[in-house]
């Protein structure tokens, strides 16, 4: 019982509000036949998209290996939550799953903490690796050469926008804006013509998290200019940078001519889940800064199937700031499949590993989990390809793509960065004094490890 | 034996040790550990090692402009809620109560109690639900064509604290409803024969003597909305921006969302350090003599 308990049932409480936290410290933690599997749930009780997946790949494996079991934990939490319980849980052999579904956003601060196990050896005799593309392969590699992780797919963002309210504003069908004020003009117009939708939505604040600070802040800052965020060849953070002001200008003008949803639905952790089941398939948000993923719902397989989504729904690249060049931008992550370090069931948690990895399953869950293919004999499959409208050009856009820096320090830089969009939104602050703040925050997070770009 | 078992017998402590061992253990163990994290900069990811800061996180926490915002806030709702709301809420409603018919009293006291007992999230839902732009609230004020509000979002702090003295009120109308009864029918009466009325016979006469029940139901009041966080969570996470972040709330985003562990230790123990100061204060209402 450590100290920080109480807090830590506090927030399982308020995260697991229907008691689905099974076998959480059961103690099953030592099975020597059992392989225990955290991921996340979605908190939407009608999307069960990877539960679904894993049982059939639980059954397939549980017949292939006699008196092996599965044990599945699904963690029903939205994201920060699902990070913070799966840290929680790795920090002790008694609780520690043998498989963990670990963001490639968090990856690398968790190796840093010692939460994973590198997985060369089981790559090195492993085939299926050929298949992956390089990049693919480089997501778990951590900066002392080894690597934690098997990628189960990408993702790329873009705009989504609805042709149906386009129309009605007088907006073309085949929409693709050159710039940053093109987008809003957009916006504008929608707002004067079609009254009562929300003409733009980009995800914004604490609550949503990650997901706001990748779909709708970077996907404005890397459009900027040459990294923003992050000199990679200097190693240091940049603070003080003019295009951060500007992300967080845009930002603030949209919540500030409110072109977006209201600031308190905006800000709500579940916006995501609503934005994807009911803002969009209701024709309610005319565009949605978004990632790759978004058709995964509508499909028949999904939460809210909505057979008429390929009509209705058209994709446009995000524009540079100006449309300098390359002209369009987009960011990359992705989910993999890693050990920890204090499973006691590694060679059992590969196997599961090689499971979910056959080319089937492989095809099965790119296409289900709407992914972008990280394998290029899923890339070929015909089933991936006609999987859905949005795929081929989602996957063109990973020439432009770009992935977060892989660094430790990367969370927290991504909850001031979140924290900094909250405050434009609320309009707490302006551009300049959030940024300012950030650049603080930046300071107590990352040391000395800072260039000033003012 | 039973002389070496005594009090002050050369056994006398032995069986106490069972208890003593289990709070060294599962109390006095925790706190010592924890005050040891307060001093370190331990991270929940991002670093494998944990070193000795010193100060550094006390010294953090007062240039923290965050930080100073969560005290001020946490007073801010501890004041609304728990000391103006719930206590003087609970008093009328106890003084209310003593004079209304049978069956008035005990729908009364089942609605007050169904609030209390109700467990702390689900509370929160409930509220959350009442509160929030699409809510029952705003349902209701639309039906009787008055203005509707956004509370939760232009004044959480305060949305919160209303829903915090709607959750806890029932408790301290109990421990006055028991102190009132306490009072003996002669004082009331003599009040009574030397022409006191109502409020002043209940400011003179009432208040003083029922007046350590006061300070008790203040003391375990303020301490438990001190550390209310469940019901803050999940109504507003402290948002938007950080305009209802209290402390436990503060604590929690720097422990498990930003990872700081240790910083968020020690801002723990700072909490701590209020809620001995507002005891304090109690304690001493509670010893003086009128």
Known sequence: MRPTAPLILAAAATVIAAGSLTACGSGSGSDPDTVRIAYQRSTSNKVRIMDNYLATVKKDFEKANPGKKVKLLPIQADENAYYT????????????????????????????????????KYLDAWPGWDHFVPTAKTAAKAQDGKTYGVPDGTDTRGLWFNKE???????????????????????????????????????????????????GFEMLLYGTGADPLYDAKQRKWVAGGKG????????????????????????????????????????????????????????????????????VMGQAAMPTQNGQAPGTVSMSGGWTWSIPSKSR????????????????????????????????????????????????????????????????????????????????????????AAAKTYDDQLKTAVGDAIVSKG | ?????????????????????????????????????????MQLTGTSSTDFVGLANFRRAFSDVNFRNAVWLTLVF?????????????????ALMRRASKPVRTVTGIFVIAAWV??????????????????????????????????????????????????????????????????????????????????????????????RSIATNLMLNTLQTLSVFGLIWAMTRGGPG????????????????????GYGTAVALLLLLISSLFSAVYLRLIKTEV
């Not at chain 1, 929409?175 to 939708?197: F, H, M, Y």
């Not at chain 2, 829903?163 to 003599?190: C, H, K």
């Not at chain 2, 209802?244 to 720097?254: A, G, I, N, R």
Request: hydrophobic share 45%; proline share 7%; aromatic share 10%.
């Open chain 2, 1 to 41: 034996m039973s002389s070496t078992l005594r009090r002050g017998g050369p056994l006398g402590w032995l069986p106490l040790t069972p208890a003593v061992l289990l709070l060294l253990v599962f109390l006095a163990g925790p706190i010592g550990y924890c005050v040891y994290i307060a001093f370190t900069n």
């Open chain 1, 345 to 432: 069931n590694t060679d059992l948690a590969w196997k599961m590993i090689q499971q979910l990895q056959t080319q089937k399953n492989a095809v099965k869950w790119t296409v289900q989990g709407a992914q972008i293919a990280v394998r290029d004999d899923v890339a070929k499959d015909p089933e991936y390809l006609k999987s859905s409208p949005g795929v081929t050009f989602f996957t063109s856009l990973v020439k432009n793509t770009h992935y977060r820096p892989a660094l430790p320090v990367y969370p927290q830089v991504s909850s001031a960065i979140g924290d900094a969009m909250e405050s434009v939104t609320t309009g707490d602050a302006s551009p300049e």
């Open chain 2, 242 to 261: 950080n305009r209802s972040e209290t402390l436990p709330v503060f604590m929690y985003d720097q422990a498990f969302l930003k990872s700081f562990i």
């Open chain 2, 118 to 211: 109700l467990p702390e999230i689900v509370a929160a839902f409930l509220l959350y639900a009442f509160f929030r732009r699409e809510g029952t609230l705003n349902a209701i004020l639309g039906w009787l064509h008055l203005p509707t509000q956004n509370w939760l979002y232009t004044l959480p702090i305060l949305a919160v604290s209303f829903a915090n003295v709607w959750r806890g009120t029932a408790f301290s109308m109990l421990i006055y409803s028991a102190a009132l009864n306490e009072i003996p029918q002669d004082v009331t009466e003599a009040a009574e024969m030397d022409g006191a009325t109502g409020l002043r016979r209940f400011w003179h006469i009432t208040l003083p003597m029922i007046r």
């Open chain 1, 85 to 120: 319980k799966i840290q929680q849980m790795m920090r002790s052999p008694k609780t520690a799953p043998d498989l963990v579904y670990e963001d490639t956003f968090l990856i690398n601060s968790d190796i840093k903490s010692g939460y994973l196990a590198p997985i060369d």
């Open chain 2, 78 to 94: 501890t004041v609304i809620s728990s000391i103006l709301g719930q206590n003087s809420l609970g008093m009328a409603l106890a």
């Open chain 1, 165 to 215: 309210i386009f129309k009605k504003a007088g907006l073309p069908e085949n929409w693709q804006p050159k710039s940053w004020a093109e987008i809003l003009d957009a916006a504008r117009t929608i707002k004067k013509k079609v009254p009562g939708s929300i003409p733009l939505n980009v995800y914004t604040g604490k609550g949503p998290g990650e997901a706001a600070v990748m779909q």
């Open chain 1, 244 to 311: 951060f002001k500007d992300s967080l200008d845009f930002v603030h003008t949209v919540f500030k001519e409110r072109l977006g949803p209201e600031q308190s639905d905006a800000l709500d952790p579940n916006v995501g889940t609503q934005v994807q089941t009911e803002w969009l398939p209701d024709s309610k948000l005319a565009i949605d800064l978004d990632g790759s993923w978004l058709g995964n719902q509508w499909l028949p397989t999904g939460g809210k199937p909505w057979p008429a989504w390929s009509k």
